[in-house]
């Protein structure tokens, strides 16, 4: 079987026409990502996807660290400012500034200062920025920036040396789970930030409650891998067998691991294998064409990235996030991945092919019956010498 896409449904795909490319185009799924957009925006979306014959996933945010809403969307920061990262407890929009020591601040939803302390890192925006902790104050922490860059309304605060505690089914997923899910009933229910098999025994029981009323209908569980808890060897032998679907969730696993961004690529091969014995199908997701969100080629690299995908690990499915949901290129990302996969199915076709008609196998086993020949040969003569 060869691998289908994920689409991240957003202002980029949330059309008609884009859609109908989609699926035209070996896009199987479109994901709706709870953590982004309002209720009636991701109705409106589920609908389109239907309608163009896609089915649906729906993506709970989960106990992820992220940004607060602020006013204007985004502002910038430059390398080695100082700023505020504040905890914030409402969803209002958020002025920027601290009037009183004029330092811009970053809304943070959760407050992280009791798990941070001096000189550790915390990442934003899958760590394209980086803060250095200066200080650590009551309800905040006083932070440099690293590097230059936008901080944007709702990005993920990743602290990989920092265990934060917070509960696994959040306001908002249970708002998710009690408002969206019996409107648009998608196929597949992912879940973020799992740590245990505990944690989808009560995911699956707040499904069943907000379900109580809908007969013949239930999701299908993918459980997203990003969590250094989770790669246990009994947490994911459990969680592999609880669920219907593994995601590689690639953007927090990298930052929730140390050391941080380089165990990837060792984790991703061994849930790939561990997928496979269990024989549970899998999506591989995150970052796969990132540089397409705002230019119309990959890298070699990410091309090298899907090949891994879809030839190597032979996954079931590969996801597209931002460049599908907000990037300048979605028709384009799918067109490169669709390409790949059947030029995958076209060669092994013709390598299958080949093999039959040129016997390669005959001929040099002929070759070695011939050589065999010639030194039995010479040994005869030899030995009459
Ligand atoms: N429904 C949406 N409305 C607006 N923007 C969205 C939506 N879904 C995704 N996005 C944007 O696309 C980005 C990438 O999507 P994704 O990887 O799913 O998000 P994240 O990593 O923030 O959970 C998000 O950070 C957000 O900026
Ligand atoms: C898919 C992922 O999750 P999200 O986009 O929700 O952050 C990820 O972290 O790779």
Redesign the pocket.
């Given at each position: 079987m060869s691998a289908k896409i994920i689409t991240?449904?957003?202002?980029a795909s949330?059309n008609p026409e884009v859609l109908q490319y989609f699926k035209e185009h070996s896009v199987e799924i479109a994901?709706?990502?709870g953590?982004?957009?309002i209720i009636e925006?991701?109705i409106r979306?589920a609908k389109l996807a239907v309608y163009a014959g896609l089915d649906l996933m729906l993506?709970l945010?989960g106990p992820?660290i992220?940004l607060g809403e602020i006013n204007d969307t985004s502002f910038s920061v430059k390398a080695g400012e100082k700023v505020i990262i504040e905890n914030v407890k409402n969803t209002k929009k958020h002025n920027i500034i601290d009037k009183e020591n004029n330092i811009k601040i970053l809304p943070c939803q959760f407050s992280i200062e009791k798990s941070t302390k001096i000189n550790d890192i915390v990442y934003i925006?899958?760590g394209k920025l980086q803060f250095r902790v200066l200080k650590v104050e009551a309800n905040r922490i006083q932070a440099e920036a690293l590097n230059s860059g936008l901080v944007?309304?709702?990005?993920?605060v990743n602290l990989p040396h920092g265990k934060i505690d917070i509960d696994f089914l959040t306001e908002n997923d249970l708002r998710l789970i009690e408002k969206l899910l019996p409107i648009i009933k998608p196929k597949y229910v992912a879940t973020?930030f799992v740590k245990t098999i505990n944690d989808i025994h009560r995911l699956k029981k707040a499904i069943q409650d907000s379900l109580s009323n809908i007969k013949d209908y239930y999701p299908r569980i993918i459980v997203k891998i990003e969590m250094a808890e989770a790669i246990e060897p009994i947490n994911i032998t459990n969680l592999i067998n609880e669920c219907d679907m593994i995601m590689i969730a690639r953007?927090?696993l990298a930052l929730e691991t140390t050391p941080v961004h380089i165990r990837v690529p060792f984790i991703q091969a061994d849930l790939v294998q561990r997928c496979q014995k269990q024989n549970k199908p899998f999506i591989i997701?995150?970052q796969i064409l990132e540089s397409m969100i705002t230019c119309p080629v990959p890298t070699r690299a990410e091309v090298s990235d899907l090949y891994r995908a879809i030839v190597l690990d032979k996954a079931n499915y590969i996801m597209l996030?931002?460049e599908a949901?907000?990037g300048q290129y979605p028709k384009e990302c799918v067109t490169i991945m669709h390409d790949l996969i059947h030029y995958n199915k076209n060669n092994q076709l013709e390598l299958n092919n080949s093999n039959k008609k040129l016997p390669s196998e005959t001929v040099s086993k002929r070759s070695i019956k011939k050589i065999k020949t010639q030194n039995r040969l010479k040994l005869i003569k030899r030995k009459r010498l």
């Amino acid at each position: 079987m060869s691998a289908k896409i994920i689409t991240t449904l957003g202002p980029a795909s949330g059309n008609p026409e884009v859609l109908q490319y989609f699926k035209e185009h070996s896009v199987e799924i479109a994901r709706l990502n709870g953590s982004h957009g309002i209720i009636e925006e991701h109705i409106r979306m589920a609908k389109l996807a239907v309608y163009a014959g896609l089915d649906l996933m729906l993506d709970l945010p989960g106990p992820k660290i992220r940004l607060g809403e602020i006013n204007d969307t985004s502002f910038s920061v430059k390398a080695g400012e100082k700023v505020i990262i504040e905890n914030v407890k409402n969803t209002k929009k958020h002025n920027i500034i601290d009037k009183e020591n004029n330092i811009k601040i970053l809304p943070c939803q959760f407050s992280i200062e009791k798990s941070t302390k001096i000189n550790d890192i915390v990442y934003i925006d899958d760590g394209k920025l980086q803060f250095r902790v200066l200080k650590v104050e009551a309800n905040r922490i006083q932070a440099e920036a690293l590097n230059s860059g936008l901080v944007k309304s709702h990005k993920g605060v990743n602290l990989p040396h920092g265990k934060i505690d917070i509960d696994f089914l959040t306001e908002n997923d249970l708002r998710l789970i009690e408002k969206l899910l019996p409107i648009i009933k998608p196929k597949y229910v992912a879940t973020s930030f799992v740590k245990t098999i505990n944690d989808i025994h009560r995911l699956k029981k707040a499904i069943q409650d907000s379900l109580s009323n809908i007969k013949d209908y239930y999701p299908r569980i993918i459980v997203k891998i990003e969590m250094a808890e989770a790669i246990e060897p009994i947490n994911i032998t459990n969680l592999i067998n609880e669920c219907d679907m593994i995601m590689i969730a690639r953007g927090d696993l990298a930052l929730e691991t140390t050391p941080v961004h380089i165990r990837v690529p060792f984790i991703q091969a061994d849930l790939v294998q561990r997928c496979q014995k269990q024989n549970k199908p899998f999506i591989i997701a995150t970052q796969i064409l990132e540089s397409m969100i705002t230019c119309p080629v990959p890298t070699r690299a990410e091309v090298s990235d899907l090949y891994r995908a879809i030839v190597l690990d032979k996954a079931n499915y590969i996801m597209l996030s931002s460049e599908a949901a907000v990037g300048q290129y979605p028709k384009e990302c799918v067109t490169i991945m669709h390409d790949l996969i059947h030029y995958n199915k076209n060669n092994q076709l013709e390598l299958n092919n080949s093999n039959k008609k040129l016997p390669s196998e005959t001929v040099s086993k002929r070759s070695i019956k011939k050589i065999k020949t010639q030194n039995r040969l010479k040994l005869i003569k030899r030995k009459r010498l």
